[in-house]
């Protein structure tokens, strides 16, 4: 079997060039992968239990909420504001954007600490680092994992040689 890895936005292209290829049969052996696809298809046979939608704004609402709790200054009317269903969904972006670019809790710690002229930023930046840390921590107990997480999981398992066979 011949597992062909292409860019999210080639698979039906280069499927349809296998197709055209081989005369309208099939691909005869061959299978058109994304990254995303094929780390759910050898990350689904171990029955991951992924968090939904729903169930990560959950865990993001309750990092937020116990991050503002440890904040002094967060009055009524910000704890409003920042639990609103629209913010959560701007954090669940910039959750998953910041797993996609490995950026942790403590980078973000480290870089607000090197701010010196910009006291609302290096507020921002701890306070964001706050949350995430919050969030990954309850991602951890859940005992879920969140999709952002598949294609570093499949990557680890590629690496220590536990996904293919030497062929």
Known sequence: KCIMIVPDHYSYETERKFVEFFGGIGLNNIEVLTLRRMSINFLSAKQQNHLTAPGKIMLIYKA??????????????????????????????????????????????????????????KNKLIALSNVLE?????????????????????????????EFDEN
């Open 64 to 121: 937020v909420s116990a991050a503002c709790d440890e904040l002094l200054n967060v009055k009524d009317m910000d704890i409003k504001l920042i639990t609103s269903m629209r913010f959560l969904d701007v954090m669940s972006s910039l959750i998953s954007e910041m797993k996609r670019y490995l950026i942790t809790p403590e980078i973000l710690f480290e870089k607000a600490n090197a701010l010196t002229d910009n006291k609302t930023l």
């Open 134 to 162: 919050k969030y990954l921590s309850y991602v951890e107990e859940s005992g879920c994992t969140d999709s952002e997480d598949d294609l570093f999981h499949l990557a680890n398992r590629i690496e220590n040689g536990t």
